[in-house]
Every structure is written in C-alpha cells, then in structure tokens.
C-alpha cells in the first residue's frame, strides 16, 4: 500500500513540475500586462514537437532541444509583436479572444508542418527504472525535477539579481510607476512573452520522453497550467509551483484510486472550485480597499 502511494506520488509530481512550469508563463505575462494567455499550452506543445520532428530528422537531442526553445521563444515574441500589441488598449474579453485565435494559428500551423500522428523524444538518459522504496521510479522522472528546479533557481535569480528581471517586477507592481522611472514597459512586455515561450517549451521536452506528444496536446496541458496558476494565485511565483505540483498530485490520486477514465477532469473540477470559493487562489495576493 506504501509502495503504491509512493509510486502515484511519483508520477503525480514528475507531471505536476510541467504544469508548475506552464502556470509560471501564465504567471508572467499576467503580471506584465494583466492578460491571461491561453496560449501559453501551445507553447508546451510547439517546443515538444519541434524538438521531437528534429530528432527525427537526423540532429542530436541536444541541439533539437536548444532550437526547439528558440522556436517557441519566437513565436512568444512574435505573438506580442503581432497580436498583442496591436491590440493593447482593448477590452480584456478582447485579448482573452486574441490569446485563444493565436492558439489556433500556432496548432494548425503544426498539424501542417508535423501532421496529426503521436510523437515522443527518447530518453535523455535510458529507460532502466530505479526503485524506491517498492516503487519505480524511470530516469527521466529525475530530469524533470532537476530541471525544473534549476529552471526556478534561475528565475529567482533573474528577477533578485538582474535590472531587466527587476524592471519585470516593477512593471507587475506598478506600471505607469515603472514608466515614469524609465522602465520601457513595452520590451518587459516582450521579455516576458520570450520568457513564457520558453518556460513553455522546458516544460515540454523535459516530459515529452515519459508522454506522447501531438498538434492538439497542448489544449489539454494549457488549461492545467491555468488550473495550477489559479489554484495557486494568479500572479504568484510560488503559487505557480505549488499549484502545479499539488495538481499533478491530485490527477495520480484520482487516476490510481478513483479511475484513470476522471483524472483529466480533475483541473476541470479544481478551476470551479477555486473561482467559487478561493478566486485569488492560495498564494494570490489580497486587495486592502481605503475608505
């Protein structure tokens, strides 16, 4: 009984890193410009893709893993140049619309490119499973961990050590404040497109190895990762990893003790209950009104 508890424990936080990774972007450009990007799935799945569609044309993992970051970095760039900031000064719903159009461009543009079948990345280093504990426990598992932490390591430091990073954070803070001490809110606004772009696709290759990939998968992941963030805190850093990891958790639990068949529709129940009863989420900041 321990064993298994173990061995869902495991799975449930190998996937819940990805989804910490992919609430993190949702937390970027949320703090940055307000927009909740529904877009930022299909970053998941672009860098998966790309970096699998180059392993499969010959180029080494390494290199297939560096450019298929590039990509999505792009196109994260690309998306602000191209739709958002054409349409800054409009209504949200009006954004949210932007955000969901660019998800569609960016998913038939690779059921063209790619088609339609599954894809995977091998293994960064084989597939002999190590036990702990009466559990299993594949390499790649430790990969995600790793790199996800080293991914939050370098993200704390980038926004403690760095002008831009602190520029992002005041821009989040206060952003007619940042203005007028100089801060060019327009490139943190890019900055922080690049950098979901990127947190996006670290969190696709890392985990393309243990699931399947495909044009469409990345529906599914970017309303997880928007489960993660708000049970977290829209906004929150630390609520992105903690939501992420407690749902990947949740999602095992309900798959192994429950029915593999209800495990999707565990972010699904988990985004109505947290905007019913805790709408800023756990770790969300709470607003102080003056009188």
Same mark, same amino acid.
């Given at each position: ?92 719903? #009006? ?5 969901? &159009? =660019?998800? +569609?461009?960016?998913? $038939?543009?690779?059921?063209? %490119? @790619? *088609? ?94 243990? #699931? ?5 998968? &990345? =529906?599914? +992941?970017?309303?997880? $990762?928007?489960?993660?963030? %708000? @049970? *977290? ?59």
């Amino acid at each position: 009984m321990a064993s298994e508890l173990l061995q869902f424990l495991f799975s449930g936080l190998t996937v819940g890193a990805m989804y910490a990774l992919a609430a993190l972007g949702y937390a970027l450009i949320y703090n940055a410009s307000h927009i909740v990007n529904f877009a930022q799935g299909e970053f998941i799945m672009l860098g998966a893709m790309t970096a699998s569609a180059l392993t499969e044309a010959g180029i080494g993992l390494p290199m297939a893993i560096a450019l298929a970051i590039v990509v999505s970095v792009v196109a994260g760039m690309g998306m602000e140049r191209l739709a958002i900031r054409p349409a800054r000064g409009a209504p949200l719903v #009006t954004l949210l619309i932007v955000t969901l &159009g =660019v998800a +569609l461009v960016i998913r $038939g543009a690779v059921q063209v %490119a @790619l *088609g339609k079948g599954n894809h995977t990345l091998a293994a960064f280093s084989g597939d002999a499973p190590i036990r702990v504990g009466g559990a299993t426990l594949v390499p790649q598992s430790l990969w995600v961990f790793g790199v996800t932490l080293l991914v939050v390591m370098a993200l704390a430091w980038y926004f403690g050590r760095t002008v831009s990073g602190k520029a992002m954070l005041a821009t989040s803070h206060n952003r007619l404040a940042a203005e007028l001490v100089g801060v060019s809110t327009n490139r943190v606004l890019l900055a922080s497109f690049a950098l979901s772009g990127a947190l996006g696709a670290i969190g696709g290759v890392i985990t393309a190895p243990i #699931t399947f990939t495909s044009y469409d998968a &990345g =529906v599914v +992941l970017g309303l997880k $990762g928007f489960a993660a963030a %708000a @049970l *977290g805190g829209i906004g929150s850093g630390p609520g992105a990893i903690a939501g992420g990891l407690a749902l990947g958790v949740m999602e095992a639990m309900a798959a192994g003790y429950v029915s593999a068949a209800y495990k999707d529709a565990v972010a699904f129940v988990l985004i109505l209950l947290v905007l019913m009863f805790m709408p800023r989420g756990l770790f969300g900041a709470r607003v102080t009104e003056r009188v």
